[in-house]
């Protein structure tokens, strides 16, 4: 028994197949709703949520690749399937490599489609559970959200939604690569200055007099270079929010003139005395100790005060390793669709290595290793061996003592697997087969052989 209700799209100009398949999900408690044409294929999928998408591929007017096209461009994460006759296998093969996650042969077999579709609620049941933590007004424009379960997670997000609607100041602390930028844009957009601009400036990539000419604007004439008067930052962030990043950085004398902004909502431009009033929302955020800086008569304690209104303390990855499945799966999921290919999973025993790693680079380097991993994949598994090789250090001495190590193996197996797959889809004619894998005959002979089938 299925215990979720899937949201399955199915599509077929034979209403015969389509009644055929419908029974059988339903006897399943399968869910799913059926389309005829693709023409209502595509006006239904507009209108409604769907996980899975299994289509016929030869039909009249918009066929089962026009669709496949255009689910992958709207939703990316939409796992299609593919229904090919024995007429269509270049189809069946272009559409794995439009993002398709398996085609099935014609007439299906329940006993090949049913275990697929299992198999993908599971995926989809596991990465349900990576709900965003954060209910945002607008989506973030990157399509990013907070992502974690974590009881330190969950506080920082509750802290967002409690002080998002305030116009307090916020300091967001964390080390690099622990989503500070992220949580400063989830503030913003779950605020009602989520129209206005969100503007962000990295205190530390402008030496001290070009920070503040890019903060505070300038008129024409007020230096050397100033052919035009120019608006600053703060003067762009009216209305909306202004991120000051590495604001540690900051140079003393930059800070007073910050603090008086914050305090009296005026600023002039350079080279002019007139005073502008501004309404913004400063979040600022540092991976520096401010309360040393202070010590150490680096950061201005009245200004650091101010700053400190609210303060978000972003956890370290290590901290947090219950997080990281949710992260990592969810980062597989996100970069396969960005490389136009099937979800991928990441294996237990990658799983558990990446639980068991630091991550001194934070979320930002689990997000790259999964990328790179997923690069690197067989297209459906994320396993130890995709990981990078400081990560997965085992894999490392597994390599070198082993050079026919299990990777080309699997390789091989994978080729194999395909190429028989695609021989049989063109029915045993081995010239056409060849075709399609885009090899010579020759070549496939030879493999054939290898595997026995001649
Ligand atoms: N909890 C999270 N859920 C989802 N994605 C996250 C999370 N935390 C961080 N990220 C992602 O990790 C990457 C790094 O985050 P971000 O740039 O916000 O870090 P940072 O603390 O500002 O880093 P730095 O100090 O180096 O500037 C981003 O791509 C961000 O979207
Ligand atoms: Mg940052």
């Known amino acids: 028994m299925m215990e979720q209700k899937a949201r399955i799209l199915l599509v077929d100009d034979e ?13 399943e408690e399968i869910d799913c709703i059926t389309a005829n044409s693709g023409l209502k294929a595509l006006d239904l999928f507009n209108h409604n949520d769907f996980d899975i998408v299994i ?18 461009r709207l939703r990316p994460e939409t796992f299609v399937i593919i229904l090919t006759g024995h007429g269509s296998i270049h189809d069946a093969v272009a559409s794995i490599k439009l993002g398709a996650y398996q085609y099935i042969l014609k007439p299906v077999i329940m006993d090949d489609l049913l275990p697929l579709i299992k198999e993908i609620l599971t ?16 989506p973030l424009p990157s399509g990013k959200t907070i992502l974690g379960q974590s009881v330190r997670l969950q506080n920082v997000a509750k802290l967002i939604s409690k002080i998002a609607n305030t116009d307090l100041p916020v300091i967001i602390l964390g080390e690099s690569g622990t989503g500070k930028e992220l949580a400063a844009t989830a503030i913003h957009h779950s605020s009602d200055r989520a129209v206005k601009p969100f503007v962000a400036i990295n205190c530390a990539a402008f030496p001290d007099t070009l920070l503040e000419s890019e903060l505070f604007g300038y008129e024409k004439g007020a230096f050397t270079d100033a052919r035009n008067s120019k608006a600053g930052r703060i003067e762009e962030a009216d209305g909306g929010t202004l991120f000051l990043d590495e604001i540690g950085d900051m140079k ?35 991976n520096r100790d401010l309360r040393q800086a202070i010590q150490e008569k680096a950061f201005r304690a009245d200004l650091y005060y101010r700053l400190n209104a609210v303060s978000i303390a972003m956890p370290p990855l290590r901290e947090i390793p219950e997080d990281i499945p949710l992260l990592a799966s969810h980062f597989a999921r996100e970069f396969a669709a960005r490389f136009n290919r099937p979800p991928v999973q990441v294996e237990q025993e990658a799983m558990a290595c990446l639980q068991s790693y630091t991550w001194p680079g934070n979320v930002r380097e689990l997000a790259n290793a999964i990328r790179r991993a997923v690069a690197l994949s067989d297209g459906k598994t994320i396993r130890l061996f995709d990981l990078p090789p400081h990560i997965n250090q085992e894999s490392v001495v597994a390599e070198k003592t082993a050079p026919d190590n299990s990777k080309s193996n699997l390789l091989e197996d994978i080729e194999r697997e395909h190429i028989l797959k695609v021989l049989d889809l063109s029915g045993g004619n081995k010239s056409e087969a060849a075709q399609i894998l885009g090899i010579h005959r020759d070549t496939l002979l030879r493999k054939l052989k290898k595997y026995g089938r001649e």
């Open 55 to 72: 289509t016929d591929v030869r039909m009249p007017g918009i066929t089962g690749i026009d669709i496949l096209r255009q689910v992958k």
């Open 15 to 27: 209403e015969n197949c389509l009644r055929a398949l419908k029974d059988v999900f339903e006897l």
């Open 252 to 286: 003393p004398a930059m800070q007073a003139k910050m603090l008086r902004v914050l305090e009296e909502h005026e600023f002039q431009r350079l080279g002019s005395n007139k005073s502008r009033r501004v309404d913004i929302r400063l979040i600022s955020a540092t």
């Open 123 to 138: 995926r989809i049941e596991q990465e349900s559970s990576a709900s965003p933590l954060l209910n945002l007004k607008e």
